[in-house]
Each structure stands twice: as C-alpha cells, then as structure tokens.
Nanobody
C-alpha cells in the first residue's frame, strides 16, 4: 500500500489546516491509521490514531481539543483536521498504517508510511 499525505502549508497562528492521507494499492478499511510529526532537530512524535471503523480515536494531550482525526473508507482516505494552530505545531506530518485493531502510538508498530507534508505555523 502507498500512502500520500497532502494539505500542508503555511498558516498563521490560530488558523486551521486539513491534512489528507490517501491510500492506494489496497483498501485501508480494515487498517488502523496514525499520524506522526517531526519538527526540525527533534525526533518524530506520535500525534494521534484512528481505528479501522473510525469509531475510536486517540490523540496526544498536546493536540487534544484542537486536532481531530477522521476517515472515509469509501475514499480510502484519512484526515487530520488541525485547528487553533500554534507555531510549535510546525513540523512535517506523516500518516502511517498498520493492521490490527490496537490504537498504536509507537513508530515500530506501523507498517506503511507516507512521505510527509510540511506544516508551518507563523506567529
């Protein structure tokens, strides 16, 4: 499966962006999907995850109340809606997929990765 993340860009603090992660090669309807990010000079970190059905999500504390993960299995796409963006949210955002139902938060638990999309939040 190939994952293509898109939707990044430059936005002012307080603004919003919606990232998309489109899958090709196979259906992701039974796969758990996660979002990670990596800021310059920092390690990649977990942002959030959504179950295969979309019925369960889990987000890191630093994005709770601001970021929302949804999915449209008919379109083979997962979304990361980001509101109230802060300069510290600036990073390359990656989507990843894994089989199984666990809402995983570790990089090694994911099998396929997208190429990342840059998000820059100006103050």
């Amino acid at each position: 499966v190939q994952l293509q993340a898109s939707g990044g860009g430059l936005v002012q603090a307080g603004g919003s962006l919606r990232l998309s992660c489109a899958a090709s090669g196979r259906s992701i309807s039974t796969w758990t999907m996660g979002w990670f990010r990596q800021a310059p000079g920092k390690e990649r970190e977990f942002v959030g995850v959504i179950s295969w059905s979309g019925g369960s999500t889990y987000n890191q504390d630093f994005v709770k109340g601001r970021f929302t993960i949804t999915r449209d299995n008919a379109k083979n796409t997962v979304y990361l809606q980001m509101n109230s963006l802060k300069p510290e949210d600036s990073a390359i955002y990656y989507c990843a997929s894994r089989s199984g139902s666990a809402l995983a938060s570790k990089e090694y638990e994911y099998t396929y990765w997208g190429q990342g999309t840059q998000v820059t939040v100006s103050s």
